[in-house]
């Protein structure tokens, strides 16, 4: 019997699109404090998110999606909360959602989560399980 190939056992490679590199750049790497790998000018810049591929395509308009396009588990929402407000993030509202002082939601399984936007409108997410 030939082998299967199985995409499961393979890396994974993210993408978020970008319509400013620079801006991009200082978000993803000075904000968030992601490792910029390489700069692939003009396609993409590189980056490090604890061994997954993390490619911030270059296109020339952004349409961003309405819903959450990448995030973080953390061990500990509340502190991960703080630091990112600090270094300038901004956590998303959303009306009728019960979001706590910090903007963090906790849903029916307990699991907590808190969205921001990057600078081209992507929505990110940090959460706890």
């Keep these: 019997m030939a082998d299967k190939f199985q995409l499961g056992a393979q890396n994974v490679i993210a993408f ?3 319509s400013d590199p620079d801006r991009a ?3 993803y790497r000075d904000t968030l404090g992601l490792g910029l790998v390489s700069e692939e000018l003009p396609f993409a810049l590189v980056f490090d ?3 997954v591929m993390l490619r911030v395509t270059i296109v020339k308009k952004v349409k961003p999606a309405g819903y959450t396009v990448f995030g973080w588990q953390v061990p500990k929402i509340k502190p991960a909360a703080k630091a990112l407000t600090k270094a300038g993030v901004v956590f998303e509202r959303f009306p009728g959602m019960d979001q706590d002082d910090l903007g963090i939601w906790s ?3 307990g699991a ?8 081209d409108g992507n929505t990110l997410s940090i959460s706890e399980h």
């Design 16 to 18: 978020i699109a970008t």
């Design 25 to 27: 750049k200082k978000f």
């Design 49 to 51: 998110v604890h061994d």
């Design 107 to 109: 849903s029916p399984s």
């Design 112 to 119: 907590k989560v808190a969205w921001f936007k990057d600078p």
